[in-house]
């Protein structure tokens, strides 16, 4: 089973950046996708964005695409979630997960997953 550890987050003005990281070890001998979910109290988690360890395919929710960018290196096992022009909106705590569906942004993996790191809060000031 992946471990996961997450850093990066903090507070940010809207409009500034922020790029978190995920830590990974414990890899299993299959492959698997690997992102990013964001939860507020009182919601529904979100996902967010995932890449496949295989071949670096990339989804993204519609809420970041053409802010946030994810992006792994593989040879030090960290992905790291890029994102930029920030919106109050996106404040949340963000957990770094990982599946063996490789359709990370499905449901089924957003709520329930294989790894999921203790998570690390994004706050935007407008």
């Known amino acids: 089973e992946l471990q996961l550890v997450e850093s990066g987050g903090g507070l940010v003005q809207a409009g500034g950046s922020l790029r978190l990281s995920c830590a990974a070890s414990?890899?299993?001998?299959?492959?698997?996708?690997i992102g990013w979910v964001r939860q507020v109290p009182g919601k529904e988690p979100e996902g967010i964005s995932f890449?496949?360890?295989?071949?670096?395919?990339?989804e993204y929710a519609d809420s970041v695409k053409g802010r946030f960018a994810i992006s792994s290196d593989n040879s030090k096992k960290m992905v790291y979630l890029q994102m930029n022009r920030l919106k109050p909106k996106d404040r949340a705590v963000y957990h770094c997960?990982?599946?063996?569906?490789?359709?990370?942004?499905?449901?089924?993996?957003?709520?329930?997953?294989?790894?999921r790191g203790q998570g690390t809060q994004v706050t935007v000031s407008t």
């Open positions: 414990g890899f299993p001998d299959h492959d698997y996708a």
């Open positions: 890449i496949t360890y295989s071949d670096g395919s990339r």
């Open positions: 997960v990982a599946d063996s569906c490789l359709t990370g942004l499905s449901t089924r993996v957003i709520r329930n997953h294989d790894s």
